[in-house]
């Protein structure tokens, strides 16, 4: 629990200038059959072939043993895969049959809408807690449905599904959307009601993409109900709910819109408040709550994803998040053309028409509203002209967070706490591109499991700052430790031998300073954008006095940093590279990284070069062979400079 906080009353404001409210018009149901055979014919096959092959495929069996594995092993990947293997057939089915009408998919969708409803909870067993972090229950709550991300994706999901197929379901039987609409009163309106879930906001507990994306949902559900489900002034308290939360949620941002959580996490984050936004704005036409999309901070968050854009696929990543991302898609799309950001706008189409034709169509995708919108934009996005409009050097204040470049090098370095949301231990930290392939790495995280958000969080060890590009402090028995660090990541971090990082907002950089240009004054040997900072207090260990640290990039020329140290421990640095790194014989320290570049050390002598094989499958995501970590032992004199070019 935090201080109490007010919130910025940006989305409430704008809600509370409305009036009249209209009826939800961003999907066209299975009845407008016009608009479905406008739609492009490459589109219209892929989506009927994703149709058939859903068809063919059987559904998932999911036993009581399945969603009880987590609370005996901590595993949850295979419970998942049963659980969202659904969801995406249901999707490919359904939209086959809106393209195609003739009620060859019916069946089949009818089997998986009534699996989907027999089962004893949606909630997955890792979110299974009525409380914050608190120990998730062993067995589905049945009585007391929890909505956590996907109870409301799974009420979205069916609630749109009978949005669309209502004309034939009722043709069928009235008592198909009875029964839905009954299980979405049991599991998402009355919990929602009733109920306040941490999600939604207090003022004093800190808000994530959980916030955004459950009431995006939430909103989906009540939204496409058919007219006299509710009275205006219940969808008008839906409204004001949802204004509420989203207002908690934007308390998080600084006005510049950087995303603690990292580039993939915008996905579940900025987007999903884009989709509670338009939802809005769509039942309030003519009201002029559209207009928060010209709002500084709304547009920033849009923007926050281009910023963080490396090349193709590959975005500049910091704590859980991958450096490999999913395609942009039809929200981004539509987000970029809403805020009036051209850049977006372009970088989404163009991004969208590198994917594959699977991935145009969203086949891993469980919410059936990005898939008709995709489909609705598809044609739109296919031919949206490529803009000349260049990504910009960045740096976002409120989390610390540089983003620079030039012809050939991406730099992004990192100041901050160690409070972000999916947060590592990596204040201080630093990852650089060159030509578009990673030279120095941030890892990432592996495959979720109980462990990941638990207590035990830091002993995993893409989460220790050891892992990161920052310095481990080590002392007594120096010799040994060196050669034994990181071979066991657990036993490290209880070490009182070996000082990394803590989490928690207290442990954060101090004097932080960012200069663009060499007009604002140089830091010391700077020439371009420089963040400077002393990342001591990210440690808090007596012995470590003093730790500065300055990254820039002196553009069309290479990369520089320097350390500044004062204390009684021994620095080690770690660099992590992808490329193997070899020492270059000669007097100096110069290590060649495979064949992208080098790094010449001034100041520190080279311990040891190890290697690490990636074989967790979300690590290999981005990293398809093994890492390296360079350890280098800063010298007496506590000064430590890296040329990289």
Same mark, same amino acid.
């Given at each position: 629990?935090?201080?109490?906080?007010?919130?910025?009353?940006?989305? $409430?404001?704008?809600?509370?200038?409305?009036?009249?409210?209209?009826?939800?018009?961003?999907?066209?149901?299975?009845?407008?059959?016009?608009?479905?055979?406008?739609?492009?014919?490459?589109?219209?096959?892929?989506?009927?072939?994703?149709?058939?092959?859903?068809?063919?495929?059987?559904?998932?069996? /999911?036993? +009581?043993?399945?969603?009880?594995?987590?609370?005996?092993?901590?595993?949850?990947?295979?419970?998942?895969?049963?659980?969202?293997?659904?969801?995406?057939?249901?999707?490919?089915?359904?939209?086959?049959?809106?393209?195609?009408?003739?009620?060859?998919?019916?069946?089949?969708?009818?089997?998986?809408?009534? +699996?989907?409803?027999?089962?004893?909870?949606?909630?997955?067993?890792?979110?299974?807690?009525?409380?914050?972090?608190?120990?998730?229950?062993?067995?589905?709550?049945?009585?007391?449905? /929890?909505?956590?991300?996907?109870?409301?994706?799974?009420?979205?999901? +069916?609630?749109?599904?009978?949005?669309?197929?209502?004309?034939?379901?009722?043709?069928?039987?009235?008592?198909?959307?009875?029964?839905?609409?009954?299980?979405?009163?049991?599991?998402?309106?009355?919990?929602?009601?009733?109920?306040?879930?941490?999600?939604?906001?207090?003022?004093?507990?800190?808000?994530?993409? $959980?916030?955004? $994306?459950?009431?995006?949902?939430?909103?989906?559900?009540?939204?496409?109900?058919?007219?006299?489900?509710?009275?205006?002034?219940?969808?008008?308290?839906?409204?004001?709910?949802?204004?509420?939360?989203?207002?908690?949620?934007?308390?998080?941002?600084?006005?510049?819109?950087?995303?603690?959580?990292?580039?993939?996490?915008?996905?579940?984050?900025?987007?999903?408040?884009?989709?509670?936004?338009?939802?809005?704005?769509?039942?309030?036409?003519?009201?002029?709550?559209?207009?928060?999309?010209?709002?500084?901070?709304?547009?920033?968050?849009?923007?926050?994803?281009?910023?963080?854009?490396?090349?193709?696929?590959?975005?500049?990543?910091?704590?859980?998040?991958?450096?490999?991302?999913?395609?942009?898609?039809?929200?981004?799309?539509?987000?970029?053309?809403?805020?009036?950001?051209?850049?977006?706008?372009?970088?989404?189409?163009?991004?969208?028409?590198?994917?594959?034709?699977?991935?145009?169509?969203?086949?891993?995708?469980?919410?059936?509203?990005?898939?008709?919108?995709?489909?609705?934009?598809?044609?739109?996005?296919?031919?949206?002209?490529?803009?000349?409009?260049?990504?910009?050097?960045?740096?976002?204040?409120?989390?610390?967070?540089?983003?620079?470049?030039?012809?050939?090098?991406?730099?992004?370095?990192?100041?901050?706490?160690?409070?972000?949301?999916?947060?590592?231990?990596?204040?201080?930290?630093?990852?650089?591109?060159?030509?578009?392939?990673?030279?120095?790495?941030?890892?990432?995280?592996?495959?979720?499991?109980?462990?990941?958000?638990?207590?035990?969080?830091?002993?995993?060890?893409?989460?220790?700052?050891?892992?990161?590009?920052?310095?481990?402090?080590?002392?007594?028995?120096?010799?040994?430790?060196?050669?034994?660090?990181?071979?066991?990541?657990?036993?490290?971090?209880?070490?009182?031998?070996?000082?990394?990082?803590?989490?928690?907002?207290?442990?954060?950089?101090?004097?932080?300073?960012?200069?663009?240009?060499?007009?604002?004054?140089? /830091?010391?040997?700077?020439?371009?954008?420089?963040?400077?900072?002393?990342?001591?207090?990210?440690?808090?260990?007596?012995?470590?006095?003093?730790?500065?640290?300055?990254?820039?990039?002196?553009?069309?020329?290479?990369?520089?940093?320097?350390?500044?140290?004062?204390?009684?421990?021994?620095?080690?640095?770690?660099?992590?590279?992808?490329?193997?790194?070899?020492?270059?014989?000669?007097?100096?320290? +110069?290590?060649?990284?495979?064949?992208?570049?080098?790094?010449?050390?001034?100041?520190?002598?080279?311990?040891?070069?190890?290697?690490?094989?990636?074989?967790?499958?979300?690590?290999?995501?981005?990293?398809?062979?093994?890492?390296?970590?360079?350890?280098?032992?800063?010298?007496?004199?506590?000064?430590?400079?890296?040329?990289?070019?």
């Amino acid at each position: 629990m935090g201080k109490e906080i007010s919130p910025r009353h940006l989305v $409430w404001d704008y809600l509370q200038k409305t009036r009249s409210l209209c009826a939800f018009s961003l999907c066209p149901d299975i009845s407008k059959e016009k608009e479905y055979k406008a739609l492009s014919s490459e589109l219209k096959d892929e989506l009927l072939a994703e149709g058939e092959r859903a068809k063919a495929s059987p559904w998932s069996v /999911i036993l +009581l043993s399945d969603y009880l594995e987590f609370s005996k092993n901590g595993n949850r990947v295979r419970f998942e895969e049963l659980y969202f293997s659904r969801r995406r057939k249901l999707c490919s089915l359904v939209m086959a049959e809106c393209v195609e009408n003739e009620g060859r998919f019916l069946e089949d969708i009818l089997d998986g809408i009534y +699996l989907i409803l027999e089962e004893s909870a949606w909630c997955l067993p890792a979110h299974n807690t009525h409380i914050r972090d608190a120990k998730q229950q062993e067995y589905p709550d049945v009585l007391h449905p /929890i909505i956590d991300l996907f109870a409301a994706e799974t009420g979205a999901l +069916l609630a749109v599904a009978e949005y669309l197929l209502r004309s034939v379901l009722e043709k069928k039987s009235p008592d198909i959307s009875r029964l839905i609409n009954n299980k979405l009163e049991e599991r998402i309106f009355k919990p929602y009601k009733e109920e306040h879930f941490w999600w939604m906001g207090d003022g004093k507990q800190s808000m994530c993409n $959980w916030t955004p $994306w459950c009431t995006q949902n939430v909103l989906l559900c009540a939204l496409t109900r058919p007219e006299g489900y509710f009275t205006e002034k219940e969808i008008r308290k839906y409204l004001e709910s949802a204004a509420k939360s989203l207002d908690f949620f934007l308390d998080e941002y600084g006005d510049d819109g950087c995303c603690n959580e990292g580039a993939q996490y915008y996905s579940h984050a900025g987007l999903c408040l884009f989709g509670a936004l338009y939802l809005m704005s769509d039942v309030l036409k003519g009201t002029g709550f559209e207009k928060i999309f010209e709002e500084k901070l709304i547009r920033n968050i849009a923007s926050y994803i281009v910023r963080m854009n490396v090349t193709d696929n590959i975005y500049v990543n910091f704590a859980d998040c991958a450096a490999v991302c999913s395609r942009r898609t039809a929200r981004e799309f539509l987000f970029g053309k809403l805020c009036k950001e051209e850049a977006l706008t372009s970088f989404a189409a163009e991004d969208f028409r590198k994917d594959s034709m699977g991935g145009r169509v969203l086949t891993d995708e469980i919410n059936l509203f990005y898939h008709v919108l995709q489909a609705f934009s598809y044609e739109q996005m296919m031919t949206y002209p490529k803009s000349k409009t260049l990504c910009s050097d960045a740096f976002f204040e409120s989390t610390g967070l540089m983003v620079c470049r030039d012809d050939r090098f991406v730099l992004a370095a990192k100041a901050g706490n160690n409070a972000d949301s999916h947060n590592h231990n990596d204040v201080g930290s630093f990852t650089i591109y060159k030509d578009g392939r990673p030279f120095i790495i941030d890892l990432g995280v592996g495959t979720y499991t109980r462990k990941t958000f638990s207590e035990k969080r830091y002993e995993l060890w893409t989460m220790q700052s050891q892992f990161h590009n920052v310095p481990t402090f080590i002392k007594n028995d120096t010799e040994m430790i060196m050669g034994l660090l990181g071979k066991d990541a657990a036993g490290d971090y209880h070490d009182s031998n070996i000082l990394m990082q803590r989490d928690g907002k207290e442990y954060a950089a101090e004097n932080v300073i960012f200069k663009e240009k060499t007009d604002e004054g140089p /830091i010391e040997e700077f020439r371009g954008p420089v963040l400077s900072m002393d990342i001591a207090g990210a440690y808090k260990g007596p012995l470590v006095k003093r730790y500065k640290r300055s990254v820039g990039l002196d553009k069309g020329k290479g990369i520089r940093v320097i350390d500044e140290y004062e204390g009684e421990m021994t620095a080690l640095l770690t660099l992590m590279t992808y490329e193997k790194p070899k020492r270059v014989q000669g007097d100096r320290l +110069l290590l060649k990284i495979g064949d992208l570049g080098e790094v010449l050390v001034t100041g520190g002598e080279l311990v040891e070069i190890q290697t690490y094989k990636v074989e967790d499958e979300r690590l290999r995501i981005s990293w398809k062979h093994e890492v390296y970590r360079v350890l280098i032992r800063l010298g007496d004199e506590g000064k430590l400079k890296l040329e990289i070019s």
